[in-house]
């Protein structure tokens, strides 16, 4: 059984730093596409960032891009998503999620070609 766990939210101000860890558990995903994605109250869920299948390329959402950094180790089967300079409008809910098609023609994957996904972890950031 594939288990997507992740860590690390909570509540910070305005121009702090979180760092969010996703362990799989269940499979290995280091030739698969590992990646976070948010959902904010009311909105649809957003790609934020993610490393293709190859383990090498990272694609970020623009609204994310010199802040955040994805991370992986795949000798620990676990996926990080560093955030500085944390905004108010990332408030949300960050999902983890494994297993989507992600490459330098298709930049932005889709909520609903995800194959896995975590629980989620609420990052809250107050002005």
């Known amino acids: 059984q594939v288990q997507l766990v992740e860590s690390g939210g909570g509540l910070v101000q305005a121009g702090e730093s979180l760092r969010l860890s996703c362990k799989a558990s269940?499979?290995?995903?280091?030739?698969?596409?590992m990646g976070w994605f948010r959902q904010a109250p009311g909105k649809g869920r957003e790609f934020v960032a993610a490393?293709?299948?190859?383990?090498?390329?990272?694609y970020y959402v623009e609204s994310v891009k010199g802040r955040f950094t994805i991370s992986r180790d795949n000798a620990k089967n676990t996926v990080y998503l560093q955030m500085n300079s944390l905004k108010p409008e990332d408030t949300a809910v960050y999902y983890c999620?494994?297993?989507?098609?992600?490459?330098?023609?298709?930049?932005?994957?889709?909520?609903?070609?995800?194959?896995?996904w975590g629980q989620g972890t609420q990052v809250t950031v107050s002005s």
């Open positions: 490393y293709g299948w190859s383990a090498i390329t990272t």
């Open positions: 269940g499979r290995t995903f280091s030739n698969y596409a």
């Open positions: 999620a494994a297993d989507f098609p992600i490459s330098r023609t298709v930049k932005v994957a889709r909520e609903e070609t995800v194959v896995y």
